[in-house]
Protein backbone atom coordinates (compact mmCIF):
# COMPACT_ATOMS: atom_id res chain seq x y z
CA UNK A 1 0.00 0.00 0.00
CA UNK A 2 1.03 2.90 -0.89
CA UNK A 3 1.61 5.98 1.38
CA UNK A 4 -1.46 8.63 1.67
CA UNK A 5 -0.28 11.88 0.03
CA UNK A 6 1.21 14.45 2.33
CA UNK A 7 -0.89 17.47 3.22
CA UNK A 8 1.26 19.80 1.05
CA UNK A 9 0.24 18.31 -2.32
CA UNK A 10 -3.08 19.41 -1.44
CA UNK A 11 -3.89 22.82 -3.52
CA UNK A 12 -5.32 25.13 -0.95
CA UNK A 13 -6.97 27.34 -3.16
CA UNK A 14 -9.62 24.41 -4.15
CA UNK A 15 -12.28 22.97 -2.23
CA UNK A 16 -10.36 20.01 -0.60
CA UNK A 17 -12.81 17.25 -0.35
CA UNK A 18 -13.05 16.35 -3.86
CA UNK A 19 -9.06 16.41 -3.66
CA UNK A 20 -8.80 13.81 -0.97
CA UNK A 21 -11.82 11.52 -2.76
CA UNK A 22 -9.64 11.90 -6.32
CA UNK A 23 -6.69 11.23 -4.40
CA UNK A 24 -8.10 7.96 -2.62
CA UNK A 25 -10.17 7.11 -5.78
CA UNK A 26 -6.87 6.75 -7.82
CA UNK A 27 -5.33 4.72 -5.30
CA UNK A 28 -7.93 2.35 -5.02
CA UNK A 29 -8.17 2.11 -8.86
CA UNK A 30 -4.36 1.39 -9.10
CA UNK A 31 -4.81 -1.44 -6.97
CA UNK A 32 -2.36 0.74 -4.31
CA UNK A 33 -5.03 0.41 -1.66
CA UNK A 34 -5.97 -3.00 -1.68
CA UNK A 35 -9.35 -4.77 -1.38
CA UNK A 36 -9.42 -4.95 2.85
CA UNK A 37 -7.47 -1.88 3.99
CA UNK A 38 -8.91 -0.41 6.38
CA UNK A 39 -9.14 3.29 6.03
CA UNK A 40 -9.01 5.21 9.05
CA UNK A 41 -10.63 8.59 9.09
CA UNK A 42 -7.89 9.90 12.12
CA UNK A 43 -5.13 8.70 9.93
CA UNK A 44 -6.37 10.32 6.80
CA UNK A 45 -7.19 13.48 8.62
CA UNK A 46 -3.55 13.93 10.12
CA UNK A 47 -2.15 12.51 6.43
CA UNK A 48 -3.99 15.19 4.55
CA UNK A 49 -4.39 17.86 7.22
CA UNK A 50 -7.68 18.42 6.74
CA UNK A 51 -10.63 18.21 9.01
CA UNK A 52 -13.18 15.52 9.81
CA UNK A 53 -15.99 16.67 6.86
CA UNK A 54 -13.64 16.66 4.10
CA UNK A 55 -12.65 12.91 5.16
CA UNK A 56 -15.90 11.81 5.62
CA UNK A 57 -17.49 13.52 2.41
CA UNK A 58 -14.29 11.84 0.85
CA UNK A 59 -15.65 8.41 1.96
CA UNK A 60 -18.83 8.72 1.30
CA UNK A 61 -18.41 9.20 -2.57
CA UNK A 62 -15.98 6.32 -2.71
CA UNK A 63 -18.74 4.56 -0.90
CA UNK A 64 -21.96 5.40 -3.31
CA UNK A 65 -19.20 4.26 -5.89
CA UNK A 66 -18.65 0.79 -4.55
CA UNK A 67 -15.82 1.61 -3.48
CA UNK A 68 -15.64 1.43 -0.28
CA UNK A 69 -17.76 -0.19 2.48
CA UNK A 70 -18.73 1.70 5.61
CA UNK A 71 -19.51 -0.35 9.07
CA UNK A 72 -20.97 2.32 11.36
CA UNK A 73 -18.94 2.93 14.96
CA UNK A 74 -16.36 0.75 13.42
CA UNK A 75 -13.88 0.59 9.79
CA UNK A 76 -14.53 1.69 6.49
CA UNK A 77 -12.58 -0.87 4.25
CA UNK A 78 -11.59 -0.98 0.58
CA UNK A 79 -14.16 -3.12 -1.32
CA UNK A 80 -13.56 -6.29 -3.34
CA UNK A 81 -13.32 -6.28 -7.05
CA UNK A 82 -17.26 -6.74 -8.56
CA UNK A 83 -16.74 -8.88 -11.29
CA UNK A 84 -20.35 -8.86 -12.05
CA UNK A 85 -20.41 -4.85 -12.25
CA UNK A 86 -16.96 -5.13 -14.12
CA UNK A 87 -19.28 -7.37 -17.07
CA UNK A 88 -21.96 -4.49 -16.81
CA UNK A 89 -19.19 -1.77 -17.66
CA UNK A 90 -17.65 -3.46 -20.00
CA UNK A 91 -21.12 -4.44 -21.74
CA UNK A 92 -21.69 -0.59 -21.63
CA UNK A 93 -18.18 0.29 -23.10
CA UNK A 94 -18.39 -2.34 -26.24
CA UNK A 95 -22.18 -0.99 -26.83
CA UNK A 96 -20.79 2.67 -27.53
CA UNK A 97 -17.20 2.04 -28.57
CA UNK A 98 -18.95 -0.21 -30.79
CA UNK A 99 -20.73 2.32 -32.65
CA UNK A 100 -18.14 4.96 -32.74
CA UNK A 101 -16.20 2.57 -34.51
CA UNK A 102 -18.52 1.90 -37.14
CA UNK A 103 -19.28 5.14 -37.57
CA UNK A 104 -15.19 6.54 -38.25
CA UNK A 105 -14.30 3.90 -39.91
CA UNK A 106 -17.19 4.83 -42.46
CA UNK A 107 -16.39 9.01 -42.36
CA UNK A 108 -13.01 8.81 -41.92
CA UNK A 109 -10.83 5.90 -42.44
CA UNK A 110 -7.47 7.57 -42.82
CA UNK A 111 -7.43 10.11 -40.70
CA UNK A 112 -8.79 8.29 -38.10
CA UNK A 113 -6.29 5.35 -37.86
CA UNK A 114 -3.38 8.12 -38.67
CA UNK A 115 -4.48 9.89 -34.91
CA UNK A 116 -4.81 6.61 -33.41
CA UNK A 117 -1.34 5.47 -34.45
CA UNK A 118 -0.05 8.63 -33.39
CA UNK A 119 -1.25 7.43 -29.83
CA UNK A 120 -0.09 4.30 -29.73
CA UNK A 121 3.13 5.16 -30.97
CA UNK A 122 3.94 7.52 -27.28
CA UNK A 123 2.45 3.72 -25.72
CA UNK A 124 4.53 1.41 -26.93
CA UNK A 125 7.36 4.26 -25.75
CA UNK A 126 6.03 2.95 -22.52
CA UNK A 127 5.64 0.02 -22.68
CA UNK A 128 7.73 -1.40 -19.67
CA UNK A 129 6.98 -2.71 -16.42
CA UNK A 130 8.49 0.61 -14.86
CA UNK A 131 5.70 2.75 -16.65
CA UNK A 132 2.53 0.93 -15.86
CA UNK A 133 0.94 4.20 -15.26
CA UNK A 134 2.12 5.89 -18.01
CA UNK A 135 1.24 3.25 -20.30
CA UNK A 136 -2.47 2.90 -18.48
CA UNK A 137 -2.81 6.68 -18.85
CA UNK A 138 -2.23 6.61 -22.69
CA UNK A 139 -4.66 3.41 -23.08
CA UNK A 140 -7.05 5.52 -21.75
CA UNK A 141 -6.44 8.41 -23.76
CA UNK A 142 -6.48 5.86 -26.77
CA UNK A 143 -10.70 5.02 -26.08
CA UNK A 144 -11.41 8.68 -25.29
CA UNK A 145 -10.15 9.86 -28.60
CA UNK A 146 -12.65 7.52 -29.93
CA UNK A 147 -15.42 9.37 -28.10
CA UNK A 148 -14.08 12.64 -28.99
CA UNK A 149 -13.68 12.30 -32.72
CA UNK A 150 -17.02 10.54 -32.57
CA UNK A 151 -18.39 13.72 -31.08
CA UNK A 152 -19.47 12.00 -28.15
CA UNK A 153 -17.13 13.15 -25.31
CA UNK A 154 -19.58 13.54 -22.38
CA UNK A 155 -20.15 9.78 -23.10
CA UNK A 156 -16.78 9.19 -21.89
CA UNK A 157 -17.32 10.78 -18.62
CA UNK A 158 -20.31 8.32 -17.83
CA UNK A 159 -18.61 5.50 -18.67
CA UNK A 160 -15.36 6.08 -16.65
CA UNK A 161 -17.87 6.45 -13.42
CA UNK A 162 -19.13 3.38 -14.31
CA UNK A 163 -16.27 1.36 -14.85
CA UNK A 164 -14.43 1.28 -11.98
CA UNK A 165 -14.25 -2.47 -10.97
CA UNK A 166 -13.52 -3.06 -14.60
CA UNK A 167 -10.63 -0.93 -14.28
CA UNK A 168 -9.30 -2.80 -11.35
CA UNK A 169 -9.39 -5.71 -12.92
CA UNK A 170 -7.53 -4.50 -15.65
CA UNK A 171 -4.66 -3.10 -13.30
CA UNK A 172 -4.28 -6.71 -11.72
CA UNK A 173 -3.98 -7.85 -15.38
CA UNK A 174 -1.83 -5.04 -16.90
CA UNK A 175 1.97 -6.24 -14.83
CA UNK A 176 0.98 -10.32 -16.03
CA UNK A 177 3.38 -11.52 -18.76
CA UNK A 178 2.32 -10.51 -22.26
CA UNK A 179 -0.79 -8.10 -20.91
CA UNK A 180 1.21 -5.09 -22.71
CA UNK A 181 2.24 -6.99 -25.30
CA UNK A 182 -1.34 -7.98 -26.35
CA UNK A 183 -2.75 -4.71 -26.19
CA UNK A 184 -0.37 -2.99 -27.94
CA UNK A 185 -1.10 -5.94 -30.59
CA UNK A 186 -5.11 -5.48 -30.40
CA UNK A 187 -4.27 -1.74 -30.96
CA UNK A 188 -2.69 -2.19 -33.34
CA UNK A 189 -4.88 -4.42 -35.23
CA UNK A 190 -7.87 -2.19 -34.40
CA UNK A 191 -5.82 1.01 -36.58
CA UNK A 192 -5.35 -1.69 -38.99
CA UNK A 193 -8.84 -2.38 -39.41
CA UNK A 194 -9.92 1.01 -39.64
CA UNK A 195 -7.60 1.96 -42.27
CA UNK A 196 -8.98 -0.40 -44.00
CA UNK A 197 -12.44 1.09 -44.46
CA UNK A 198 -13.95 -2.08 -42.84
CA UNK A 199 -16.71 -1.24 -40.33
CA UNK A 200 -16.75 -4.55 -39.65
CA UNK A 201 -13.54 -5.77 -39.44
CA UNK A 202 -12.62 -2.55 -36.99
CA UNK A 203 -16.23 -3.95 -35.05
CA UNK A 204 -14.56 -7.38 -34.52
CA UNK A 205 -11.22 -5.80 -33.98
CA UNK A 206 -12.74 -3.98 -31.47
CA UNK A 207 -14.54 -7.24 -29.23
CA UNK A 208 -12.12 -8.97 -29.16
CA UNK A 209 -10.12 -5.99 -27.36
CA UNK A 210 -12.71 -5.08 -24.85
CA UNK A 211 -13.09 -8.85 -23.91
CA UNK A 212 -9.46 -9.67 -22.75
CA UNK A 213 -9.36 -9.38 -19.22
CA UNK A 214 -12.83 -10.45 -18.69
CA UNK A 215 -11.81 -13.64 -20.56
CA UNK A 216 -9.61 -14.59 -18.25
CA UNK A 217 -11.26 -13.39 -15.32
CA UNK A 218 -10.51 -17.09 -13.50
CA UNK A 219 -6.72 -16.64 -14.37
CA UNK A 220 -7.01 -13.22 -12.17
CA UNK A 221 -9.54 -14.51 -9.43
CA UNK A 222 -7.02 -17.47 -8.85
CA UNK A 223 -3.82 -14.96 -9.10
CA UNK A 224 -5.92 -12.17 -6.40
CA UNK A 225 -8.60 -14.45 -4.83
CA UNK A 226 -8.67 -11.96 -1.62
CA UNK A 227 -9.35 -9.22 -4.07
CA UNK A 228 -12.69 -10.66 -5.91
CA UNK A 229 -15.88 -10.61 -5.48
CA UNK A 230 -17.12 -13.35 -7.97
CA UNK A 231 -19.86 -12.53 -9.67
CA UNK A 232 -23.50 -14.34 -8.47
CA UNK A 233 -24.19 -15.70 -12.30
CA UNK A 234 -22.25 -15.78 -15.40
CA UNK A 235 -24.33 -14.69 -18.13
CA UNK A 236 -24.12 -13.33 -21.83
CA UNK A 237 -22.26 -10.53 -20.75
CA UNK A 238 -18.75 -13.48 -20.23
CA UNK A 239 -19.10 -14.66 -23.81
CA UNK A 240 -16.53 -13.69 -26.58
CA UNK A 241 -17.65 -13.80 -30.19
Do not use: C
Request: charged letters at 30%.
Amino acid sequence: MGDVIRRGQLDRSKPVAPQVHEILRERILKVELVPGTVLSRASLQLEFGVSQTPVRDSLMRLQEEGLVEVYPQYATVVAKIDVDHARQAQFLRLSIELEAVRRLTGSAPTETADELGEILSRQKAVASPETYDKFDAIDREFHRWLYEKAGIPQLWANVRRQSVHLDRLRRLNLPMPGKMDTVLADHQALIDAIASGDPNSAADALRRHLSGTLSIIDVISAEFPEYIEESRSKNLLTNRP
